[in-house]
């Protein structure tokens, strides 16, 4: 077991050279052991996938914060984050060859020879090549989401070029997450800073409205390697959270309808959004002279937005219409309680909804008696 756990300390320093100017001294036998390595961790992963003590003890080493040597810095090595990374750390040093410029021209020609060998030639290792093609087409939903302009679609969820970069930020999101337990979230904070960021905040929002994706036949038949239905979608939804600019442009850019759809179908998203709806609406003073809600700062939400938006969410069904009109009541209730128009913005909003599901329940000739939303 000693023995194992050093390939493993070994073979994560070997991931960190592979980010560094060290690989130009590589050549292509040095290339070959570090594939053969590679593999030799990916079986292990297969073997003692089912096999709980062996499993919890190299979970066990690869949790822990040991210190690296030999001048890679401090701190945890990035690429074997958990047991299994293990199952993809060849494909994990594949990329990171191939994206480090400092590799030298004849250990690439032989790695590209090893990963795609051409017709005729036995294939020992068509998961990698499998893996690593996955990776390639999901890569160019980069390419698209930075050069292509979106359509005046205003039904975003429904536009085939949207949905498509959906899917492959989803795919991509799934494969960086086997390789990297912090991949997506370094990945997408690489998006936001790379892309146009409207475009990629409508592609996130129609990422959150697809369904899961199905693992696939390979990922089926081996231990803990397929992810939870949904993962890629939970890891948009983690990112959000925790960058708290990132949510509020957002919410800021979606369409009303959009969000609803949204924090409808993933609820840790709603109390948030609420959160900044009432952040903007307390901005708002009410001018005497003109007898409406105005902005404070031009980039404060106007009340028509604010109004749009409050209202797209008492559309939606329960739970989440339910958490809105108690929202607003809460924030009626702190701000005086008052039923007359002009002193709280809150009291405001509530009679507007309200007015315009009576309006609405006219036009559909149903009973008027109604006081809420």
Excluded at 17 to 26: A, E, F, G, K, L
Excluded at 65 to 71: F, L, M, N, T
Excluded at 133 to 140: K, N, P, Q, T
Excluded at 311 to 325: E, F, H, R
Aim: aromatic letters at 8%.
């Amino acid at each position: 077991m000693e023995s194992l756990l050093q390939h493993l300390d070994r073979f994560s320093e070997l991931l960190v050279v592979s980010r560094t100017t060290h690989v130009r001294t590589w050549d292509p036998v040095t290339v070959r052991r570090a594939l053969q390595w590679a593999r030799y961790l990916r079986h292990i992963y297969r073997r003692f996938g089912r096999h709980g003590p062996i499993r919890t003890t190299l979970e066990r080493r690869l949790h822990s914060q040991w210190r690296q040597e030999g001048g890679f810095g401090r701190g945890p090595v990035p690429g074997l984050a958990n047991f299994q990374a293990l199952g993809h750390c060849d494909v994990l040093l594949s990329l990171r060859l191939l994206e480090n410029q400092a590799l030298g021209d004849a250990a690439r020609h032989y790695l590209v020879q090893q990963l795609f060998p051409g017709p005729g030639v036995p294939d020992a290792d068509e998961t990698l090549q499998e893996s690593l093609a996955r990776l390639a087409r999901c890569g160019s939903a980069v390419h698209m989401l930075r050069f292509n302009d979106y359509r005046k679609n205003l039904n975003l969820q429904e536009d085939s070029l949207m949905k498509t970069q959906a899917e492959l930020l989803l795919e991509r999101l799934q494969e960086v997450g086997k390789a990297e337990a912090e991949g997506p979230a370094r990945f997408l904070s690489s998006l936001w800073e790379r892309l146009p960021q409207n475009n990629f905040l409508k592609v996130i929002a129609v990422a959150l409205l697809q369904p899961p994706l199905s693992p696939r036949p390979q990922e089926e038949s081996e231990p803990s390697i397929h992810k939870t239905p949904g993962e890629g979608s939970q890891a948009l939804v983690h990112w959000l959270l925790g960058n708290s600019e990132v949510f509020a442009a957002f919410c800021r850019a979606l369409p009303a309808g959009l969000l609803t759809l949204v924090t409808s179908r993933h609820p840790a998203l709603s109390p948030v959004y609420l959160g900044l709806l009432t952040d903007w609406g307390q901005r708002l003073h009410y001018d005497l002279q003109k007898g409406i809600w105005v902005e404070t700062e031009s980039q404060d939400v106007p009340w028509e937005e604010l109004h749009n938006r409050f209202q797209s969410l008492c559309q939606a069904p329960p739970p989440l219409k339910d958490k809105v009109l108690t929202a607003l009541e809460t924030c009626k209730a702190q701000d005086g309680d008052f039923e007359v128009p002009g002193l709280s913005i809150w009291t405001d909003l509530l009679l507007a909804l309200r007015s315009g599901a009576f309006r609405k329940r006219q036009v559909l000739g149903l009973s008027p008696g109604l006081s809420s939303v």
